[in-house]
């Protein structure tokens, strides 16, 4: 074996047991009743930790890290427009990588194996994960609102060349996805071409879709119809006819009715669920209980970390767990397993990855649970604490693809002291540069 997780608490098809973990050539060659593993290159001692299949981050923007902080308590529109619009207008491609090097770290060092980023130098955010050993699933934010054709159709290149050109790059762990920005951000014939061109290269066609009532007012003021039906009508949602798991999936699906729901069920347009966000900005609380009834795929995602404000997974399966329970007034609904589950094996589902289980033959990407800790004990159920008790800084080791990336809570990767201090710096550097901007302007 080139790797062995040795001796945890494996959770492993709905349930924990105590096992071995051996991987080999980047994958789960078995899983074996522990001590049955002998001898691999390399032993991570799990024993008396939790070992769990690693976090997918289903939706966020990663750089978006660097303004943390920076506006909070707002509602959407206002934070949007007025706060964060006008810093990003600043952002260098250096910004970008800078942000995405501290977003890398944090999940690392959260539990996060895999995530689905949708912004702006994508070729930048592929490079660090690349470095960071991550596995990722990118696209380029096309946004059209406000620009002419010519510039419209330039955003929808942009888009389609970073999807085309770095498609399994990093060894195989850079995925992208065609994602127009949103139905209100986005003209029709770029929708409708996004869809195409996703289709063209097997990819996913991801998006943000009913976050607001405002978005689902408007949609049906401008369009006439609901924005899931406005998407259809455009052929956003027909995916890959060979199911080959490249269908498209949205962004929050906050305000979805019951012909919403069966529309996404009927089209298998899975919905990354971003419970912090939601509730940060007073957007809602999606109905993941009916899209879960109606066989929806429901995954996980922190959304931004301007708008959470930290990519902690952990924090976004417990939210998930505890909205469902009180949108639905039943605490019956969405357990510590499903919200595990979502966050787990759902989101893997909607990027289209072979992982978020721990299984043979699937790709090793897992992380260990320190189960050391007043806020962990007693250990009654140890799903329950994965969901309910623990956060991401209970994570003592990250691996992806069999690499450990972060051993006893040292992240091997990348110079973690290095990358904080320079998002710091720049950081402010870019607040500096949009609020000078903001007096010339008056
Ligand atoms: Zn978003």
Request: overall charge negative; charged content about 30%.
């Amino acid at each position: 074996m080139d790797l062995l997780v040795k001796d945890g608490h494996v959770y492993e098809d709905g349930n924990v047991v105590r096992a071995d973990v051996g991987v080999r050539d980047g994958r789960i060659a078995e899983v074996a009743e522990a001590g049955d593993i002998g001898d691999a290159d390399r032993v991570v001692d799990a024993s008396g930790s939790l070992v769990l299949p690693g976090m997918v981050n289903a939706h966020t923007h990663a750089s978006m890290t660097l303004l943390r902080g920076y506006a909070d308590d707002l509602p959407l529109q206002t934070w949007l427009e007025d706060h964060i619009w006008r810093v990003e207008a600043h952002l260098t491609p250096e910004d970008i990588r800078v942000g995405a090097e501290l977003a890398v770290v944090e999940m690392i060092k959260s539990g996060t194996t895999a995530f689905a980023d949708m912004y702006f130098e994508m070729d930048k955010v592929a490079d660090v994960v690349d470095e960071a050993g991550l596995r990722a699933r990118l696209g380029y934010g096309i946004i059209t609102v406000g620009k002419d054709d010519e510039e419209a159709r330039d955003e929808l290149r942009e888009g389609v060349e970073f999807a085309r050109d770095y498609d399994g790059t990093a060894d195989g762990r850079v995925r992208t996805m065609v994602t127009p920005h949103a139905p209100y951000t986005c003209d029709d014939e770029t929708l409708r071409e996004s869809a195409e061109e996703a289709r063209d290269m097997d990819v996913p066609l991801h998006i943000h879709l009913s976050e607001t009532a405002q978005e689902v007012d408007d949609c049906v003021e401008n369009e006439g119809v609901r924005p899931p039906e406005y998407l259809d009508s455009l052929g956003v949602f027909d995916g890959d006819e060979e199911d080959s798991g490249t269908e498209a999936y949205v962004a929050h699906g906050v305000h979805l009715n019951t012909d919403d729901i069966e529309l996404l069920a009927s089209k298998d347009v899975g919905v990354a669920h971003c419970p912090s966000a939601n509730m940060k900005l007073a957007s809602g609380v999606a109905p993941v209980t009916a899209l879960l009834d109606a066989g929806v795929t429901v995954g996980i995602g922190t959304d931004g970390p301007a708008s959470n404000n930290t990519l902690d997974m952990f924090k976004e399966a417990r939210h998930a767990a505890l909205v469902a329970k009180t949108r639905e007034n039943d605490a019956s609904v969405v357990s510590a397993r499903e919200a595990l589950d979502a966050a787990t094996r759902g989101g893997a589902e909607l990027l289209g990855l072979d992982a978020g289980v721990i299984e043979e033959g699937r790709p090793a990407d897992l992380v260990v649970v320190d189960l050391d800790a007043p806020h962990l004990t007693p250990k009654h159920d140890l799903v329950s604490h994965a969901v309910y008790a623990a956060n991401g800084a209970d994570v003592k080791t990250t691996v992806v693809d069999g690499e450990v990336l972060m051993d006893d809570g040292v992240v091997e990767t990348m110079d973690e002291e290095r990358v904080v201090a320079e998002a710091e710096e720049t950081a402010r550097e870019l607040v500096e540069r949009a609020e000078a901007d903001e007096v010339i302007d008056g």
